[in-house]
């Protein structure tokens, strides 16, 4: 209770269930050399602003130094009656500085300015990091997609054999929706990069202190238009849940996936050793926890955001202590991202595919049947009539058990009189796949340039 930061107007402490219920230290510390980096910026405004002399500002700068230094090597930790992150590091300066000059830092700031523009710059390191991490699995993907270059696989819609496309053209579309995931993140930045230090309570501050010096000073683009608004707003940590929430799912798609083709009835891929687990029963399981975990994660990011929205619906302005609340869901995403990421790339960088497997299911299920649907429309068939046509070739194959590609040129002409010998030409997966030439397509010279693309885009971040 002694370093509470108010008391004048208290005429006892608070009660040990308040300060239990109040206390963050075990989440909010983490934010302990930003704190400690916001409390330099300031201390040099103070000085600008005249609130200061130059032997103050010294002596307040090397206490700050020894802290900061006792802070990273685990000397200063916070105590039993530190509030929060501030209150302690306020303690930690006091202690070193004498409370004349430690006693000086806290004009024209509040918590709630602080708390704003730290977290601010947290969540702007993290997104750094992330971003990297997502990057690691769009090179896993790029590597794998380069190696495979040329191999079908059944492509799909309904989870049911749709078409054939390649195995690259597939594996990059996962690396599309990350690299735009990335893109978020920089774009996210933008409005992230703005200070909220000098909005003080939420009025401002009448001190003559500079927010565009301490914005620079922390490395923001610039300083709130709006003290209310700096204080207040949490929309900078509700876009950054989304984003992340978005990549977790962006990844559990790719899981899944994962999960199924390591199946007996798929075996579209063997995963690793080193990303694979065994049971602690079945002798003969190796099982795809990195996937089932990815996926499960998912699910536990879009729990942060939405817990974080719920906090932040119907919050008058300006702050509320409910924006406490702010903090652990998207520490959360973070940690979960920069535990997950790591171990999601390594097992895309390392799984083996069977492409003798994919290539010869790449035709099963009547994945051809469009081609002849296509055909028939080059050769000047209505599409309705095409689409018909193929239809009941398929239906006789099945009654037959025999594949597309089977129907003698007596078949053929029996289901259609368009239906010619020179329909066969396109019943084949490469003919499938490379008709399939416009931009964005599965021809395989198409998705060599798509994997340029990536490259080149992956390099852009
Ligand atoms: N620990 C608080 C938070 O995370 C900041 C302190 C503001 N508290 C206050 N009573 N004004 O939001």
Sequence with gaps: TSSALWGGRFAGGPADALAALSKSTHFDWRLALHDLAGSRAHARVLHAAGLLDDTTLEAMLDALERLRADVE????????????????????????????????????????????????????????????????????????????????????????????????????????????????????????????????????????????????????????????????????????????????????????????????????????????????IMPQKKNPDVAELARGKAGRLVGDLTGLLTTLKSLPLAYNRDLQEDKEPVFDAVDTLEVLLPAFSGMVATMVFDTARLESLAPQGFSLATDIAEWLVREGVPFRVAHEVAGACVRVCEERGIELWDLTDDDLTAISPHLTHRVRAVLSVEGSMSSRSARGGTAPVRVAEQLQRVVATAGDH
């Design 73 to 280: 090597n685990g000397d200063f930790v916070p105590e039993q009656a530190d509030e929060d992150v501030h209150t302690a590091l306020e303690r930690g300066l006091i202690e070193r500085a004498g409370p004349d000059v430690g006693g000086r830092l806290r004009a024209g700031r509040s918590r709630n300015d602080q708390v704003a523009t730290l977290f601010r710059m947290y969540l702007r390191e993290h997104s750094r990091v992330v971003a990297g991490l997502v990057l690691d699995v769009v090179d896993a993907l790029v590597e794998q997609a380069t190696r495979h270059l040329g191999v079908a696989m059944p492509g799909r819609t309904h989870l049911q054999h749709a078409q054939p496309v390649l195995l690259s053209h597939h594996l990059l579309a996962h690396a599309w929706a990350l690299l735009r995931d990335v893109d978020r993140l920089r774009d996210w930045d933008v409005r992230a990069a703005v200070s909220p230090y000098g909005s003080g309570a939420l009025a401002g501050s009448s001190l003559g202190l500079d927010p565009e010096a301490v914005a620079a000073d922390l490395g923001f683009d610039g300083s709130v238009e709006n003290s209310i608004d700096g204080t207040a707003s949490r929309d900078f940590v509700a876009e950054f849940a989304f984003v992340a929430a978005m990549t977790a799912v962006d990844i559990s798609r790719l899981a899944e996936e994962v999960v199924l083709w390591a199946t007996k009835e798929f075996s579209f891929i063997t995963l690793d050793d080193a990303y694979s687990t065994g049971s602690s």
